[in-house]
């Protein structure tokens, strides 16, 4: 449960879009890190006493590794200006029933500018989605598309399996130049538009924002207990089933690893075996990359081979495809590893990226 612990603002450190980082200093005189996101509570300031959530923190929980401003109780940030007592600035309320729910504006309710249009939308028109299990895939799936698409409008959809709020992922907040919008669906929020669901959100990257390729992710900090089904990316294999519902062209980036301690993630990973092959009642497109290191191609062939029947398994080649990584414009990091410790997961990221970029405009197959 909750791991309440109060203290006062000593000092401000990093910021990015949706999020200010603090130094907290509680009553007794220790100190701790946290994270404040100023449209729900406010902006912090030095001196101010705060209200944290700290049960993260205090577990060591990897991506967690805040304390959470609940409230900055003596100053607290005034009603939206847009009228409360009504549904014209919306009525989609995110994170339900807990203590901070937003009430936000659904791109596809009455009050949306695009409700007529998503009213009426059926269709993705074979758009590219690209899913994805991690949120550090995002940044390298994005680096294959632009190797070969450089002017492609690109849509993220932000599930809830991670964080729920967009700004928490200083990784989006870097790539905001590089996304025509980023749609956060179901019970996350904080992106450029809300949808209610994944299906909702897809049609509003076709429809409204007019993407060329879409990429549906979840945020960082995902759940996992080690087991087959206890993880929260398994919902990737349900992406698949809503891309193809909606008549879009689902792309799958697997989840390859020979750098990863754990055996159930090297080769492909467990987690990308029971989305595709167990979850996934629609096709789709597996992307193996090419240059794999001999050993691991031979590894990840033999775990894909029972997919064959449910899947297309297709190798891309990945020429100039380091060098799109390098380009980044964020660090790439996956479970503390860069570019080069764990050089094929993310690879394999980018050749789905590069396999979607080729789906779309003239010539498309």
């Known amino acids: 449960m909750v791991r309440w612990r109060v203290g006062t603002v000593a000092g401000i450190r990093r910021r990015w879009a949706g999020a200010v980082e603090l130094d907290v200093t509680l009553v007794d005189g220790t100190s701790m890190r946290a994270l404040a996101y100023p449209e729900l509570v406010g902006v912090p300031e030095v001196g101010d006493r705060v209200l944290l959530n700290a049960g993260a923190l205090l577990m060591g929980l990897g991506t967690g590794g805040y304390a959470l401003v609940v409230a900055v109780p003596d100053r607290l940030p005034p009603d939206p200006p847009q009228a409360v007592d009504s549904r014209d600035a919306g009525h989609l309320v995110k994170a339900r029933y807990t203590p901070l729910q937003p009430?936000?504006?659904?791109?596809?309710?009455e009050a949306s500018p695009h409700h007529e249009v998503l009213a009426t939308a059926e269709d993705l028109g074979g758009l590219p989605v690209v899913t994805a299990d991690l949120h550090s895939a995002l940044p390298a799936?994005?680096?294959?598309?632009?190797?070969?698409?450089?002017?492609?409008?690109?849509?993220?959809?932000?599930?809830d399996g991670g964080a729920l709020p967009a700004w928490f992922s200083r990784t989006l907040s870097a790539l905001r130049d590089e996304l025509v919008g980023t749609i956060s669906v179901?019970?996350?929020?904080?992106?450029?538009l809300e949808a209610s669901t994944l299906h909702s959100g897809l049609l509003a990257a076709r429809h409204v924002l007019h993407a060329d390729v879409a990429v549906v992710?979840?945020?960082?900090?995902?759940?996992?207990?080690?087991?087959?089904?206890?993880?929260?990316?398994?919902?990737?294999g349900e992406a698949v089933n809503a891309v193809a519902t909606l008549g879009g062209r689902p792309v799958g980036s697997l989840r390859i690893s020979d750098a990863d301690p754990r055996p159930r993630h090297r080769g492909v990973s467990h987690h990308?075996?029971?989305?595709?092959?167990?979850?996934?009642?629609?096709?789709?497109?597996?992307?193996?990359?090419?240059?794999?290191?001999?050993?691991?191609?031979?590894?990840?062939?033999?775990?894909?081979?029972?997919?064959?029947?449910?899947h297309t398994v297709l190798r891309v080649d990945t020429a100039g495809l380091d060098a799109a990584l390098r380009r980044s414009p964020v660090p790439l990091s996956t479970m503390g590893r860069g570019l080069d410790a764990d050089h094929a997961y993310f690879l394999a990221a980018a050749a789905a990226g590069r396999h979607a970029a080729r789906l779309f405009g003239p010539g498309a197959a």
């Open 103 to 109: 009430i936000l504006l659904g791109v596809d309710e």
């Open 141 to 159: 799936i994005l680096a294959g598309i632009r190797a070969d698409a450089p002017q492609a409008r690109v849509a993220y959809l932000l599930t």
């Open 186 to 192: 179901g019970q996350a929020f904080g992106g450029d």
């Open 217 to 236: 992710a979840q945020g960082p900090g995902n759940l996992g207990t080690g087991t087959r089904w206890g993880f929260s990316g398994v919902a990737v």
């Open 272 to 310: 990308s075996l029971t989305a595709y092959g167990r979850v996934a009642l629609a096709r789709a497109e597996l992307v193996v990359p090419d240059g794999l290191d001999p050993a691991l191609a031979a590894e990840v062939d033999a775990a894909l081979a029972p997919l064959a029947d449910r």
